[in-house]
């Protein structure tokens, strides 16, 4: 099955300041990365995702990049805003070939401050 | 429409006692699946159901039972409940084939 890890666990920011999360898969087939932004309170919400035949995507501030290389994608939020603030997750779908039905596998998430 | 609901929002059990979380969703997705959300470890599925009758294990089922008797309900059964499966459960939902998953608010359980 894949394996995605997630790095920084915790990030601290300045409004204003760009944001940076990280993470790797282990399997070269996996063809589609989602980020999934989660409220205090609330269930995760897909923001923005990419498939592996791009290799960035941006949506206003946000946007994410994929090196299938190197097996990582990260997202970025540019001018961060209070309102950034929130726990995120990055996923990828079973390989390629097998019927994923959305059975993701989740990253270990990232809580993002953004001070004010 | 009212996306995904689960019920209820909150629950405190004791060990060894059964319950069930429900959750139940009106945009007739075919996919519907169960995470537990647990500090550092991210959404880690339990169970899944590509459709009203079908049902399969994710990668943590043990201590968790499901069924899909129709498109719209999911709900998940602890037949005798651990202090291990004290955590925050997320049913969610997806069209087949679709990798987008959209989640409920989410029940916290927590199990003395």
């Known amino acids: 099955g894949e394996n995605v890890e997630q790095h920084p666990s915790t990030l601290s920011v300045q409004e204003g300041d760009s944001a940076v999360i990280k993470c790797t898969y282990s399997?070269?087939?996996?063809?589609?990365f989602p980020w999934y932004k989660q409220e205090l309170g609330k269930g995760p919400q897909l923001i923005i995702d990419?498939?592996?035949?791009?290799g960035e995507k941006k949506d206003q501030r946000i946007a994410v990049t994929l090196n299938k290389t190197a097996k990582h994608f990260s997202l970025h939020i540019t001018e961060t805003q209070p309102e950034d603030s929130a726990v995120y997750f990055c996923?990828?779908?079973?390989?390629?070939?097998?019927?994923?039905?959305?059975?993701?596998?989740f990253g270990q998430g990232t809580i993002l401050t953004v001070h004010p | 429409n009212a996306g995904v609901t689960q019920t209820p929002k909150f629950q405190v059990l004791k060990t060894g006692q059964s319950m069930t979380l429900q959750c139940a969703q009106d945009?007739?997705?075919?996919?519907m699946s169960w995470y537990r959300q647990d500090p550092g470890m991210g959404l880690r599925l339990i169970h899944y159901?590509?459709?009203?009758?079908?049902?399969d294990q994710g990668e943590v089922p043990n201590g968790y039972n499901v069924s899909r008797s129709t498109t719209e309900d999911f709900p998940l059964r602890l037949l005798s409940a651990a202090p291990s499966q004290t955590s925050v459960y997320f049913c969610?939902?997806?069209?087949?084939?679709?990798?987008?998953?959209?989640f409920g608010a989410g029940s916290r359980l927590t199990v003395l």
């Open positions: 969610a939902s997806g069209r087949s084939g679709a990798n987008v998953l959209t």
């Open positions: 399997d070269s087939a996996s063809n589609y």
């Open positions: 990419i498939r592996s035949n791009v």
């Open positions: 996923a990828a779908p079973p390989p390629a070939g097998g019927t994923s039905y959305g059975k993701l596998t």
């Open positions: 945009m007739n997705h075919e996919y």
């Open positions: 159901s590509v459709g009203a009758g079908i049902t």
